[in-house]
């Protein structure tokens, strides 16, 4: 199973600032993940990111505001820009692998961001 | 928008007890699956049940899917104190890669 590692763990920022978080896998993988977790609430998909290609977005997130970049098959990194105290959440990078009959997900360890 | 809805939000249960948590969710699915996430740190991946099967097992955790009523529940047998985590439900919908997640429930097992 692949192994995430994803930097920083945690971080306090000032409004108005971007914070880059970094996410490295210990295997090639295609399709990487950035979720988005607010205090207290479930999971939201903020991009898929794919190697060689635009990260597709979902609805009420975009590049401006999330830029993703994604330079080859073991890495990824999500910046938060301009931030707000609204941006203060957990997120959380993932992977695909197939198993049993579907794709189940390995997650990062997280960010912990909190903007002032 | 939040897809699947898990309940209870929250369970406090004492140690040695089953645990019973229930997902709705409202679209057609490849498969659902469940995860398990300790101090709101990364979550790790407990089972995996395809759109056609009912029932599936691994070590203390049963898992059941009835499709007809877009439903499922996980049972986790003779709870211990580290099974305390929040659990969520995740489902691949058909036509679509990312997975969608439940808003979870909050699993307290007292020593």
């Known amino acids: 199973s692949a192994v995430i590692s994803q930097k920083p763990s945690r971080d306090i920022c000032q409004r108005g600032t971007s914070l880059t978080i970094q996410c490295q896998v210990d295997?090639?993988?295609?399709?990487m993940f950035w979720y988005r977790q607010q205090p207290g609430q479930s999971l939201t998909l903020i991009a898929t990111a794919n190697q060689g290609s635009e990260a597709t977005y979902e609805s009420g997130f975009v590049i401006d505001k999330f830029p993703i970049s994604r330079p080859n098959l073991t890495f990824s990194t999500l910046t938060v820009s301009n931030m707000s105290p609204e941006d203060s959440s957990i997120y959380l990078c993932s992977v695909e692998e197939t198993l049993g009959g579907g794709e189940k997900l390995f997650f990062g360890s997280g960010t912990q961001l909190s903007v002032l | 928008s939040q897809q699947g809805e898990e309940d209870p939000q929250a369970l406090s249960i004492q140690e040695g007890e089953n645990a019973t948590m229930n997902c709705s969710y409202k679209t057609s699915i490849n498969n659902l699956q469940w995860y398990r996430q300790n101090s709101g740190r990364g979550l790790v991946h407990l089972i995996l049940?395809?759109?056609?099967?009912r029932e599936k097992h691994s070590g203390r955790l049963r898992v059941t899917l009835d499709t007809s009523k877009k439903s499922s529940s996980l049972l986790i047998t003779a709870s211990r104190a580290a099974d305390t985590a929040s659990y969520f439900c995740?489902?691949?919908?058909?036509?679509?890669?990312?997975?969608?997640f439940g808003s979870g429930t909050r699993l307290q097992v007292q020593p």
């Open positions: 049940i395809r759109s056609n099967e």
């Open positions: 995740a489902t691949a919908d058909t036509g679509r890669r990312a997975l969608t």
């Open positions: 295997s090639q993988v295609t399709m």
